[in-house]
T-cell receptor
Framework: KAGVTQTPRYLIKTRGQQVTLSCSPI?????VSWYQQTPGQGLQFLFE???????NKGNFPGRFSGRQFSNSRSEMNVSTLELGDSALYLC??????????????FGPGTRLTVL | DQQVKQNSPSLSVQEGRISILNCDYT??????FLWYKKYPAEGPTFLIS?????DKNEDGRFTVFLNKSAKHLSLHIVPSQPGDSAVYFC??????????FGQGTTLQVKP
């Protein structure tokens, strides 16, 4: 069974640009969550999508948005990039998004560098 | 507001000895706790979890302890092996699909 895949793996952008990251979940998984990892901050929750609907949202500005398609693939968009957006962006998929009953499996991440 | 905290950024242990990683939380609504391990250039992988109705869960060399009154959990690795060297994240959930992670602790197991 293929794991969670994320594309691209590495990305370099300049301030003010926008970027779209993609996540393909494990087959059969309907929940996709996105996290931002920065040094010293750990993994910070961005949002979760389930059946094409945003079900949970973290405390990030509106420049961060996402969507989920009918095949459960998800995209994350960051507009008007800032230097502080440089981070590793991780997505995780699970069957139904309930941590107590099903495990979240993470992809390898997309390393975004904003210059 | 950091609801889940790992106050030790790093830990160094000799091979064969016990590794103890600690985690504190502030939200009493959390009902499920997890530990993830992360190697460089890879995503985190699930290690072990515990429900708030338990105080201990064991899986091979890994044991997680939960002290709800102190809002504290710990991960014990016995015996520690060099392959255990990684970043360990604790995480907490309040039923929803949202995991709140700590900052991580880098464990180094020396041969």
């Amino acid at each position: 069974k293929a794991g969670v895949t994320q594309t691209p793996r590495y990305l370099i952008k300049t301030r003010g640009q926008q970027v779209t990251l993609s996540c393909s979940p494990i087959s059969g998984h309907r929940s996709v969550s996105w996290y931002q990892q920065t040094p010293g901050q750990g993994l910070q929750f961005l949002f979760e999508y389930f059946s094409e609907t945003q079900r949970n949202k973290g405390n990030f500005p509106g420049r961060f948005s996402g969507r989920q398609f009918s095949n459960s693939r998800s995209e994350m968009n960051v507009s008007t990039l800032e230097l502080g957006d440089s981070a590793l962006y991780l997505c995780a998929s699970s069957l139904a998004g309930t941590p107590s009953t099903d495990t979240q499996y993470f992809g390898p991440g997309t390393r975004l560098t904003v210059l | 507001d950091q609801q889940v905290k790992q106050n030790s950024p790093s830990l160094s242990v000799q091979e064969g000895r016990i590794s103890i990683l600690n985690c504190d939380y502030t939200n009493s609504m959390f009902d499920y706790f997890l530990w993830y391990k992360k190697y460089p250039a890879e995503g985190p992988t699930f290690l072990i979890s515990i429900s708030s109705i338990k105080d201990k869960n064991e899986d091979g060399r890994f044991t997680v302890f939960l002290n709800k009154s102190a809002k504290h959990l710990s991960l014990h690795i016995v015996p520690s092996q060099p392959g255990d060297s990684a970043v360990y994240f604790c995480a907490a959930s309040a039923y929803t699909g949202k995991l709140i992670f700590g900052q991580g602790t880098t464990l180094q197991v020396k041969p």
